[in-house]
């Protein structure tokens, strides 16, 4: 099965748009995007995410991951301290630290608009297993792939796993997982999203056959423009990165936006300005000189 991203840094050319605003809050992706491939964050990027917020620059991660794996960077939150997860089903307080995550806001996908899409998908990609990710764990089907990094709370059809009687059933559902053990990425995300229309969000941000499925309207773009509205934050001025499609809408919502060198050919092409691989740096490169040109500004 392959990937369809573009993964090698030599082939990335850095774009750099124009800030038309001074940026005011950075939204930046995590797994590929922030974090390196062995799911650190590296010292250069600690420093630089420091520098923004010293220059008064929030930053706000902005990520698929559900609240329960943000403890790579709650080290790393400043000022307000929130993140957007569940690629913004819901936003997340770290300042608890490891463990002690508050969920601030929930956007819930409703149990019955679940069960359609779920329907339609098996009707279109038979061989399809699901997982439903509730603001307590994860729960999945008996030949859904195992996660290593969050085992399940419980093992079951999906329909009951739904059902309003299921174990964890008083928890908001942030998401619906769809696996397929043949179909490529994205031709899988493409038969999906035809299947399901406005019935749900569906995107994906892993190399595998794997969707993330969320209510409708729910995207990371719409609860990042949500926060910043309540800060009094315009599009313009934001800057904003990411590396899959799960990201597209965020970058082409942002005034500014960046593409990783790693970036697949949809978020390529939705981004303003591009910059190189999250192996590289590629975030911290382009904040340094943000913060430069603020610093700057300063003096003048």
Not at 156 to 183: C, R, T, Y
Not at 267 to 292: H, K, M
């Amino acid at each position: 099965m392959r990937d369809n991203r573009v993964v090698t840094s030599a082939t990335a050319r850095p774009r750099t748009p124009a800030h038309s605003v001074p940026p005011r809050l950075i939204a930046t992706d995590l797994d590929g995007t922030l974090l390196r491939d062995d799911k650190s964050v590296s010292e250069r990027t600690v420093a630089a995410l420091a520098a923004a917020e010293t220059a008064g620059i929030e930053v706000f991660f902005v990520t698929g991951r559900p609240a329960r794996w943000m403890d790579v960077v709650s080290d790393h939150v400043h000022g307000h301290g929130l993140a957007i997860c569940a690629n913004g089903a819901a936003v997340v307080d770290l300042h608890g630290g490891p463990g002690a995550h508050r969920f601030a806001k929930v956007r819930a996908l409703a149990a019955p608009n679940a069960l359609e899409v779920v329907e339609l998908l098996r009707a279109a990609a038979p061989g399809t297993s699901f997982a439903v990710d509730r603001t307590g764990g994860v729960h999945h089907e008996p030949h859904y792939p195992p996660l290593r990094m969050d085992p399940a709370v419980s093992v079951a059809p999906v329909e009951k796993l739904l059902a309003g009687d299921s174990g964890g059933a008083d928890q908001p559902i942030l998401k619906v997982l769809a696996h397929h053990p043949d179909l490529t990425p994205d031709a899988f995300l493409a038969l999906a999203r035809a299947a399901a229309g406005d019935r749900a969000e569906i995107t994906r941000s892993s190399p595998t056959a794997l969707l993330e499925i969320s209510a409708p309207g729910v995207t990371k773009a719409g609860t990042l423009a949500l926060c910043c509205a309540e800060r009094g934050i315009s599009p313009a001025e934001v800057v904003a990165f990411g590396d899959m499609p799960n990201d597209v809408e965020m970058l082409t919502w942002a005034g500014s936006s960046y593409a990783m060198g790693n970036a697949h050919p949809d978020v390529i092409a939705a981004a303003s300005g591009r910059t190189v691989a999250n192996n590289d740096d590629g975030v911290a490169v382009v904040i340094e000189r943000i913060v430069a040109e603020r610093l700057s500004r300063g003096a003048d």
